[in-house]
């Protein structure tokens, strides 16, 4: 299964923009790109996801890189309900096995 | 109503019990899943069931048993687990099982299974 990396940390201030990025080097040309997030003490929940395109969505913007080795997740006004673990997932064109990364720890600090 | 629910809560087991986990969604999804998460790490995928039938186990002891009695329901029985087994346990469902792309799982809050 295709890997992603992330960083394990990151911080942002209050009603800033926050960008976090993933590496997925080894995709291949049919592998979805997923974003989940992990509030504390809670399930994972879907952010957004895309193939080639950038996408918006209510809850963020995702912004994939022309080669499709690594794309970003962009939230646009950090908020402290937005300190959680983001994960990048790859999925494959069909099937339901989602493999999770390490995922990056997001600090907002107000 | 897009609520997975997991019940219990907290299950504290001894290693010689047998217990179940429980996942109900009423979202229509078909597609059900099982994952571990241990502290401080990604959740692990363990068991998909697509349609009500068992089509993917990622190389699950056997001490783990899942149980989709219908399309709403998600069992996972549990005997005679090892301490290293403690963890939380999370249900996911989703809409269509092989939708291009996939769809969006939703999770349900977890199960903190500790074996003593």
């Known amino acids: 299964d295709a890997k992603t990396t992330q960083p394990n940390s990151m911080e942002s201030n209050e009603e800033e923009p926050v960008h976090l990025p993933c590496n997925h080097s080894t995709i291949s040309g049919t592998d979805y790109i997923h974003w989940y997030r992990q509030l504390p003490s809670q399930g994972p929940e879907y952010v957004i996801h895309?193939?080639?395109s950038n996408v918006n969505n209510r809850m963020a913007s995702l912004a994939i890189a022309e080669d499709r080795k690594s794309s970003t997740l962009i939230l646009h006004r950090a908020t402290l309900r937005d300190a959680a673990v983001y994960y990048c997932?790859?999925?494959?064109?069909?099937?339901?096995?989602?493999?999770f990364g390490t995922g990056t720890s997001l600090t907002v600090i107000p | 109503d897009t609520e997975v629910t997991q019940t219990p809560k907290h299950l504290v087991m001894g290693m010689t019990n047998k217990k179940s986990l429980k996942c109900e969604q009423h979202?229509?999804?078909?597609?059900m899943y099982w994952y571990k998460q241990k502290a401080k790490k990604p959740p692990e995928l363990m068991f998909v069931?697509?349609?009500?039938?068992?089509?993917i186990n990622e190389s699950v002891p056997s001490r783990f048993s899942p149980e989709c009695p219908n399309s709403s329901l998600l069992n996972l029985h549990l005997h005679a687990l090892q301490p290293e087994d403690s963890a939380l346990y999370l249900c996911?469902?989703?809409?269509?099982?092989?939708?291009?792309?996939?769809?969006?799982?939703?999770f349900g809050p977890g199960t903190r299974l500790t074996v003593t």
């Open positions: 997932i790859l999925r494959a064109l069909t099937g339901n096995q989602f493999y």
């Open positions: 996911a469902s989703s809409q269509v099982a092989h939708r291009v792309g996939g769809d969006e799982q939703y």
């Open positions: 979202m229509g999804h078909r597609a």
């Open positions: 069931y697509s349609y009500e039938k068992l089509s």
């Open positions: 895309g193939l080639t």
